[in-house]
């Protein structure tokens, strides 16, 4: 006699949404600073409340003296299937940066300095952290107008309640 | 899809509510998803940003990405998110009769 079992019953549920994130950049290479910001701006598009908090060479995104200036790494970078000699050939980030540059540009995405400027018109909300720009011996001067507070890890938790965080 | 009776007319709709077929829109249609999606009235500046989105499908086939609308529409980022809150780029297709953008930017 075969036994007769009963599918499992799912229990029906309201699909979930994220209502929040808190997503921290810690990256100073082009390719370590983009992720964050599409994340974020995509966030906003959906109507989720996006707040950035840049950390250590990340925070080179929000330098008014670097953020126009941001590179591939081409040394170490086992993702560019490049030779190691061959990235650190002088004037190699910056073919392959413009490379990546024209490439993105393509698809509409835009340069670093611009996009910073939409993801916090669209109302994320930008922070320094505030161990880094202690070390580096920074202060508000030197971040673009965009970024709100330098803020310490204690008040990133606080601002991030209620909602998930992302580190890239 | 499925056919949903919007402003009194049979629209055709995917799982999120967006219009398959932007020849069924009209503005009363507009009117009454933006009610539904938390634009209670629609300004003339809603409508420029509406419009934009829709001629711009209509014309490429594809909705512009939100870097296009801030600089194209007439209506700058900061306003964009202040007449939609909930997306401009999401709500302004939902309600001009297209279909969801599908672009990360």
């Known amino acids: 006699m075969t036994q007769m079992f009963e599918a499992p019953q799912i229990a029906p549920h309201e699909p979930k949404t994220i209502e929040k994130v808190a997503i921290v950049i810690s990256k100073g290479s082009l390719e370590g600073i983009y992720p964050g910001l599409i994340m974020a701006n995509g966030a906003r598009m959906e109507g989720i409340e996006a707040d950035l908090f840049f950390t250590f060479f990340g925070l080179d995104a929000i330098r008014k003296d670097r953020f126009e200036k941001i590179k591939v790494a081409t040394v170490g970078n086992p993702g560019l299937h490049m030779p190691t000699l061959l990235g650190a050939i002088p004037g190699a980030s910056a073919l392959v940066t413009g490379m990546m540059k024209r490439q993105m540009e393509k698809i509409d995405i835009p340069p670093i300095p611009e996009f910073v400027e939409l993801v916090a018109d669209s109302g994320a909300q930008l922070y320094a952290c505030k161990a880094t720009v202690d070390m580096f011996g920074l202060s508000m001067e030197d971040f673009v107008p965009q970024v709100a507070d330098i803020i310490s890890v204690g008040e990133f938790y606080e601002q991030a309640a209620g909602g998930q965080i992302i580190f890239t | ?105």
């Open chain 2, 1 to 105: 899809m499925t056919a949903l009776l919007i402003a009194e007319t049979s629209v055709d709709v995917d799982a999120e509510g967006f219009l398959t077929n932007p020849d069924q829109w009209n503005e009363q249609i507009a009117e009454e998803i933006a009610r539904e999606s938390g634009v209670p009235a629609l300004t003339d500046r809603h409508w420029l940003v509406i419009r934009y989105m829709r001629d711009r499908y209509l014309a490429t086939g594809t909705a512009p990405s939100i870097r296009s609308l801030g600089k194209e529409s007439g209506v700058p980022i900061k306003e964009l998110y202040a007449l939609f809150p909930k997306g401009p780029a999401k709500l302004a297709a939902k309600i001009g009769g297209i279909p969801k953008p599908r672009g990360c930017i």
